[in-house]
């Protein structure tokens, strides 16, 4: 398959202002001359895109990379038979028509020299300064000589820690890639799979990250020609037939975006606002997605209008007249202007129903939106500047960390997981796996911080983010204020505390990674059960206690009915009456009681409290007076709610032993969603010692709270 191939066709509108056509200017890149003797030619189309951006920028520098270029890679050739030198012109060419700046396209013109030639990163640094070179370094592959298979992964790990520091390094990549993948129909047909995939997998989910929308849509495309040949001829046979037919429509009537283009034009000029509508081509994959959602396509699917403006209150203005003049389809609406997109992407999104009842999309952003729309991060210029450069002049934290702008939470994120990958394998699975989830959220931290978080994420991956590997010692989370288990999805604006056991001891669960998200949560938890494969064997980290002296066998134990043991009250004006205390509320000394007779004469002794006491109240039952005696003995059930871990059952028991309570037997109901009940009917020496053994099952890791029991009973 030829490059040109693989590649899609033209536009399917003339009559709209046409996007950045980086294909043509591709092939415009490489109609240069390459000789030294004819230097302004050879780099012209370069310089001409470079000043549309900067008008002022020095291009002596250019020249100069440029000389070094050509006279390095002289007499080597591409596999499409073409000078070498024709591929770093063409990617400068790429990075200079999106407005990169001029290091930025200095580093590109030498972004091969020190991998293909003799050129030194030392040479490069003394003739073009410290940034060139360490640009120039982060886009240098690593030798196979040195890494065998790893080499491909652990390129990519270098160039992503080197776009931590400097995010052009990336933008120079993906124009490489780009220029590439245009070139790859002289590749035999299974290298061209293999780096179409590692293009899918990889460069398109970053270029999307990074908002370079003008790379990504293209990538797609020359991914989707070579992945999916079938898809791709059908995808390009309707888009064919629908230019036919647009093209050969006598009135815009008949095309029905050149209709709606022309009633909004009419709209915001009647409305005062300047503004200017255009047809936008969907690109290949992006017909290929409406059909497959769709079904059969209509003539409007085929692009969709934008309407760029010059302020950002315009754009809601636009909006209202749209939403008045037109029927609005309120499910398409969407402001990313009020919450820009994690990738910097801007714009306000919504549909309008045609006069024939066809849906136009409608996207609506300023004339700088569009251009970070279009180019992303490369749009920002020098993000680094600091002696006005164009760009962002960034605050120098109290830590002397450059604050970036282009470095995202993903991107630190990523940063910090891939420290932590044990080889190359592991970094590049995970790597994927990470790219390819494509939404994030932000929560909140008790402490006014926030967290940036896949979608989908959950406590797990909130206690890892926030705490590292602290967060092995993790017991809970309140989400928003309320317990909530650790496997509970976050959504956007949450608030989440994770909660720590004080002990080190407790680690994560295999259960864990069924909840985890986020590649640093994976990571973790898989290298702590890799150490310490004797903690798993146990659900949920629930291990069995031993059967001894005051510690009962985990499972479903008979729960012993709360029968008068020691501390027995008495009736009032009946000392002999039988009594026995209500197993709802198990009453112990010095609690305030009362009782009601029941069937045999009996007296039920219960808590004032008790809601027993309320019903049996208004079912008309009378109380009679209800005394403890002098013994302090008494027997009480408690109920602990807790959180799954390692050794959970024996430090509750050894808590309750502490207190020289004896268990008489005990309840510990299966796991569900990470959390644990037990119920024990306790024998205490002294009433008196029952808030104190509460509190010391509530100081145990992992409990969130101890109770009486409660327990329903009949009226």
Aim: charged share 25%; proline share 7%.
């Amino acid at each position: 398959m030829s490059a040109e191939a693989a590649s899609p066709g033209a536009p399917i509108r003339r009559r709209a202002r046409p996007r950045i056509d980086l294909r043509r200017l591709g092939r415009v890149a490489l109609l240069g001359p390459a000789s030294r003797d004819r230097l302004p030619d050879a780099i012209g189309h370069v310089a001409e895109a470079h000043r549309a951006h900067h008008p002022d920028a020095d291009l002596s520098i250019l020249h100069r990379a440029y000389v070094l270029a050509e006279s390095s890679h002289r007499g080597q050739m591409r596999k499409s038979g073409e000078p070498y030198i024709t591929h770093p012109l063409a990617v400068t060419l790429i990075l200079a028509q999106l407005g990169a700046e001029t290091t930025t396209l200095t580093a590109s013109l030498l972004h091969d020299t020190v991998e293909d030639t003799d050129v030194t990163l030392d040479q490069v640094r003394d003739q073009f300064g410290d940034e060139v070179r360490y640009l120039v370094d982060g886009v240098t592959k690593l030798e196979k000589v040195d890494y065998g298979a790893a080499a491909e992964p652990e390129t990519f790990r270098k160039m992503l820690v080197a776009t931590g520091d400097d995010v052009r390094v990336m933008s120079i990549k993906l124009a490489d890639r780009l220029h590439n993948m245009r070139t790859l129909g002289v590749m035999r047909p299974e290298k061209q799979a293999r780096i179409a995939k590692v293009t899918r997998d990889v460069l398109i989910p970053l270029a999307e990250r990074l908002g370079v929308q003008a790379l990504k849509t293209e990538l797609e495309d020359l991914v989707f020609a070579i992945l999916h040949p079938e898809e791709y001829e059908r995808t390009r046979a309707l888009i064919a037939a629908a230019t036919a037919r647009q093209d050969g429509s006598a009135t815009a009537r008949q095309d029905p975006l050149a209709a709606v283009t022309q009633s909004v034009t009419a709209v915001l000029r009647e409305a005062g606002i300047p503004a200017e509508v255009l047809i936008r081509p969907r690109h290949f994959v992006s017909v290929h997605r409406v059909g497959l959602k769709r079904g059969e396509l209509r003539g409007t699917d085929f692009g969709r209008l934008l309407v760029l403006v010059g302020e950002d209150a315009d754009c809601y203005a636009v909006l209202g007249e749209l939403h008045t003049c037109f029927t609005p389809v309120v499910s398409e609406f969407k402001d990313f202007i009020a919450a820009p997109k994690f990738n910097l992407y801007q714009s306000l999104h919504t549909a309008v129903v045609g006069a024939d009842g066809a849906v136009v999309e409608v996207l609506i952003r300023t004339h700088r939106m569009h251009k970070v729309a279009e180019a992303g991060v490369i749009a920002l210029g020098n993000p680094y500047a600091s002696d006005g450069t164009p760009g962002p002049q960034p605050a120098e934290p109290a830590d002397g960390e450059r604050a970036d702008p282009t470095r995202p939470g993903w991107l630190s994120r990523l940063l910090e997981w891939q420290q932590s990958a044990p080889d190359p394998d592991t970094f590049w699975t995970t790597l994927r796996a990470d790219l390819a989830q494509d939404r994030e959220i932000t929560v909140f931290r008790t402490d006014g911080g926030t967290l940036g978080l896949p979608a989908g994420a959950s406590c797990v991956d909130a206690a890892y983010a926030q705490y590292g590997d602290a967060a092995h010692h993790c017991i809970g989370a309140r989400v928003n204020g309320r317990l909530a288990t650790l496997g509970t999805v976050l959504k956007d604006g949450d608030t989440v505390q994770p909660l720590l056991a004080e002990d080190t001891v407790s680690g994560p669960s295999p259960d864990w990674l069924d909840h985890a998200r986020t590649p640093a949560a994976r990571i973790a938890i898989s290298g702590w059960l890799d150490t310490h494969p004797e903690d798993t064997r146990s659900p949920h980290g629930a291990r069995p206690a031993r059967a001894g002296a005051g510690q009962p066998p985990q499972g479903h134990a008979r729960t012993a009915s709360a029968e008068p043991a020691g501390a027995a009250p008495t009736v009032t004006g009946r000392p002999d009456a039988p009594v026995r205390l209500a197993g709802c509320c198990t009453p112990v000394p010095p609690d305030d009681v009362t009782g009601f007779v029941v069937h045999g004469g009996a007296v039920t002794v219960h808590r004032l409290k008790c809601s027993t006491v309320t019903r049996m109240r208004s079912a008309g039952r009378t109380p009679v007076g209800v005394s403890w005696g002098e013994a302090t003995e008494c027997r009480v059930t408690l109920v602990a709610e807790s959180f799954g871990r390692p050794r959970l059952l024996a430090d509750l028991t050894e808590a309750i032993a502490t207190a020289e309570a004896a268990i008489i037997s005990a309840t510990v109901e299966p796991p569900s969603q990470q959390r644990v009940r037990h119920t024990y009917t306790l024998q205490l020496p002294d009433a008196s010692g029952l808030p104190a053994l509460m509190r010391a099952m509530r100081e145990v890791p992992g409990v969130y709270d101890v109770s009486r029991a409660h327990r329903p009973v009949a009226v």
